[in-house]
């Protein structure tokens, strides 16, 4: 089933190509094997027809998840959906909010949520590494931050 | 004989120059921490320090990059011993034998063994950049369109059948698919701007750092902190060392570490495939040749010596084709090949005329690094593994922030950020369903060089496709591809099935 999906995804993804590959110019100034699309469209091809075997295959058997109890696996996919909307509003911040601020509260914020306990040393370590990531890139290699 | 004589010129220069063993002292040092924290590759280890070495002249950057590869390598073997989790995907295979060794009290001596014998391996491999390097830097002035065409082809397919040995389908889905991606942007020929959909800033393609940090980084860093369950960490040093000879270990194993050290060089030359493979490879080498494998997964110094000397002389391999035919031969190595470019070393074919030192150099660039991360891994290894107590929870955020700076300073644009974003969620989706991930980014690396290429090869013989079956080189990587795909799906012998 897992299989399945995924060639399903990625055959979505090669028509999506190979449509953006048909629709660019077959002829230019050196001749219709210039055009642009022709290798695009030879790549989103092998990618539709290998997904395409993969789907058709006889499915292999999935080992994983059996051993995992429910619970874990219900906690871990929590976690992760937690974690990732977390890195979502980071980026999403980024540039809106100063570097500082934004960098201490993420990452004091993560830690505390997954941690959940020694409050005040997570804040303490956040800030320290936020600070000390600041003055890294921007004073000692002089590279722009966000 | 120019290249050796680089080579020793360099090591002698760069003894001689403070200013430069201070940053390569730091840099092995932070490659040695980046190896030893779980979740933290060689290959995000480099990305973050070419980020950090943007205003650096070459010659001090490229050795830095060198010295973050190699300490990252040998690093995740102190995690791999202690701790029975990789530190990087090259160390694998060491915490078959490291781990038991450590809960029999052997700490201490696995993890020395693990750096003695990571040592010998980097050397070995940079014997091979001194020799093989200019070598094939010679063969590929033979190149034309069409070798170079195929070879992209064939580096995307051998590294999915080898990154994937249990479904190579799937590993050569992701290679066609990096090489699909990399189609985004400007074509090399007539400029035209294919999948923008009129957003200037994917004209420019999509930049490989932000590719390789979102596939790599990304993924570890959800995985890590999604995981409930936390590892047990062994770190019993109860059996004295002294009572066990390094230098007897060395001897009895000087056949296995030559046999590792070769295994693990020619599979760093194959492009896209990494040190992961090389150890493993190498490990059951070692084991097939071994007179006591029954000790194999229990313990055995045989099998943490196979593992550890080649997937540092994997290093080595791996460098080779980036340097001649600017294909990596591993995942850390692309992120180099993307530092070269950056700094201005057009890496490929003409490296040898235009920078005609730098293979030398690099060599012994590689041999310095390796006596810094012998040094100090004999030195800290134990202040380092303090690390290791550190919840991932603090550790894997921080890392985060990282990746995102370490990407936005590449061209001080958020776009990068969240280009690093898509393909880490791309990269999580691929590996939960068990697609590797180096042949797509060796497919997204070599993209660029198959669409010029096959284009250029029809244009000049008029779309006649007949060159790619007349021509030597071409002839034989086709006959490679062909053979690696059918290897995969002949019917198999009875008993050789696994």
Known sequence: MKDRISALVFIALGIFFLIGALRMPRVTEYGKYGAPGIVPAFFSIMVILLCFIMLVRKQRASYEGSSVPVEVKRAENRRLLLASAMFLAYVFLLGKINFIVLTSIFLSVTSMVFLRKRFILTVAISVAVTVGIYYLFSHVFLLPLP | MYTVKVFFESIASTLSNPVLLFHLSWSTLLGILVGTLPGLTATLGVAILTTLTFGFPPEIAIPMLLCVYIGAIYGGSRTAIVL??????????????????????????????????????????????????????????????????????????????????????????????????????????????????????????????????????????????????????????????????????????????????????FIGVI????????????????????????????????????????????????????????????????????????????????????????????????????????????????????????????????????????????????????????????????????????????????????????????????????PFFTRPISLVLIIAITLVVLSKYLPKKRGEKR
């Open chain 2, 84 to 265: 029975n989790i990789p530190g990087t995907p090259a160390n694998a295979a060491t915490t078959v034998d490291g781990f038991p060794l450590a809960r029999s009290g052997m700490a201490g001596f696995a993890l020395n063994v693990a750096t003695i014998m990571s040592g010998i391996g980097s050397i070995v491999g940079a014997i091979f950049i001194v020799s093989l390097a200019p070598a094939l830097g010679a063969l590929a002035l033979k190149f034309g369109s069409w070798e170079f065409a195929i070879l992209a082809i064939f580096g995307t397919i051998i590294a999915g059948s080898l990154t994937a040995p249990k479904d190579p389908l799937k590993g050569w889905i992701a290679g066609f698919l990096g090489l699909m991606i990399a189609m985004i942007g400007l074509d090399e020929i007539v400029s035209f701007p294919r999948y923008t959909f009129g957003n200037i800033q994917l004209y420019g393609g999509i930049s490989l750092l932000p590719v390789l940090v979102g596939v790599y980084g990304v993924p570890e860093i959800l995985t890590s902190l999604k995981r409930v369950t936390k590892a047990e960490v062994v770190l019993d040093f109860s059996k004295s060392e002294r009572k066990l000879s390094y230098l007897e270990t060395i001897k009895k194993n000087a056949l296995n570490l030559l046999r590792s050290g070769i295994i693990g060089v």
């Open chain 2, 271 to 466: 492009p896209g495939v990494g040190e992961d493979v090389a150890a493993w490879v190498a490990y059951d080498a070692a084991k097939r040749m071994s007179k006591e494998p029954e000790k194999f997964g229990k313990g055995s110094i045989e099998g943490l010596t196979a593992a550890e000397t080649a997937n540092n002389a994997c290093v080595g391999g791996a460098i080779i084709p980036v340097l001649t035919l600017a294909v990596p031969g591993s995942a850390p190595a692309a992120v180099l090949l993307a530092a070269m470019w950056i700094h201005g070393i057009k890496a490929g074919p003409l490296l040898p005329i235009q920078h005609p030192e730098m293979i030398g150099y690099v060599a012994g660039s590689f041999v310095i690094a390796t006596i810094l991360m012998v040094v100090f891994g004999l030195l800290v290894t134990r202040l380092f593994l303090k690390i290791l107590l550190v919840p991932t929870e603090i550790l894997m955020p921080i890392i985060f922030v990282l990746c995102v700076v370490g990407t936005y300073v590449l061209n001080g644009r958020l776009f990068d950020v969240w280009v690093m974003l898509l393909f880490g969620l791309l990269g999580y989706f691929m590996r939960i369903n068990d697609f590797p991930a180096a042949p797509f980014v060796l497919g997204f690396i070599l993209g660029p060089m198959a669409d010029t290429n096959i284009r250029r090869a029809l244009m000049l013989k008029n779309g006649d496709i007949s």
